[in-house]
């Protein structure tokens, strides 16, 4: 069973957020990747909320200094533009790539990124929120491009063009700590021949539990792991007895 916490650069500031809003500032992320090697955390992700608002590709020598002090595999995704960039990332230590606004923006530089490091390198991340009819949509925020791809066809999309595995992850589950949204990841994994990891909304071991019944291949969380207690002290934590 794979899970996995998920860490949110801001620049170089560690964060988390509500609902993919309100960036609370947690700490250093070389110290919280310290704290997951002491805590043998098996795999990490690694998402730059800011690198795509900057247009100026990763932050390399971050990732850099962050890798090296890593003792397992880590996730990385943001601002990521071309094969130069995933191929600067996988130099300097990053074991996946993982892809959003590039594959529906530019999606033969992804077939590319496929093509030199194979699929199990690449990961396709699905955010995802309900509008105002309370449909589930893809959620591509600062993109002008016009798609119609629910969330289901995406993913069918992303699995075609060699994609290794998918992250759903919900926008209005994110950093509520109310559960996943089971309901939405069975009817994906359900089409699915490749890994799906969950993401959004964990607050126990239960959670982790009931996705994995439910066919999730992996199950992410942020809060839960840099959280503690009613009042959100911050204490990054991970229990790999699962």
């Known amino acids: ?47 730059d909320i800011k690198a795509r608002k900057l247009r100026k590709g990763p932050n390399f020598k971050l990732i850099e200094s962050i890798v090296s002090e890593a003792f397992m595999p880590i996730g990385y995704g943001g ?20 892809l959003n606004h590039l594959i529906i923006e530019n999606g033969s530089e992804v077939i590319k990124i ?14 995802y929120k309900r509008n105002f009819w309370g449909k589930h949509i893809p959620y591509f925020p600062e993109t002008t491009l016009k798609f119609n791809y629910d969330i289901k066809s995406l993913a069918l999309n992303y699995q075609k063009i060699g994609v290794g595995e998918i992250i759903l992850q919900s926008v209005d ?6 559960g996943y949204d089971i309901d939405t990841m069975k009817t994906i994994a359900n089409v699915l021949k490749i890994p799906l990891v969950i993401a959004g909304g964990a ?3 239960n959670d982790f539990q009931f996705a994995f019944k439910n066919g999730a291949s992996g199950v992410a969380a942020g809060s839960m792991f840099v959280y503690n207690g009613k009042h959100k002290a911050v204490l990054i934590s991970y229990n790999n007895k699962f």
């Open 1 to 47: 069973m794979r899970v996995i916490p998920i860490l949110l650069l801001n620049e170089r500031r560690l964060v988390k957020t509500i609902k993919f809003n309100s960036p609370n500032y947690i700490g250093d992320p070389i110290n919280a990747v310290k704290i997951f090697n002491d805590k043998e955390v098996d795999e990490l992700i690694i998402f």
């Open 79 to 98: 601002g990521i533009r071309n094969l130069e960039d995933a191929r600067n990332l996988f130099n300097i230590g990053i074991e996946k790539v993982i």
């Open 114 to 127: 496929i093509e030199h490091f194979g699929s199990q390198s690449v990961v396709a991340c699905i955010n």
């Open 173 to 178: 589950k994110d950093g509520t700590r109310t």
């Open 203 to 205: 607050s126990s071991i």
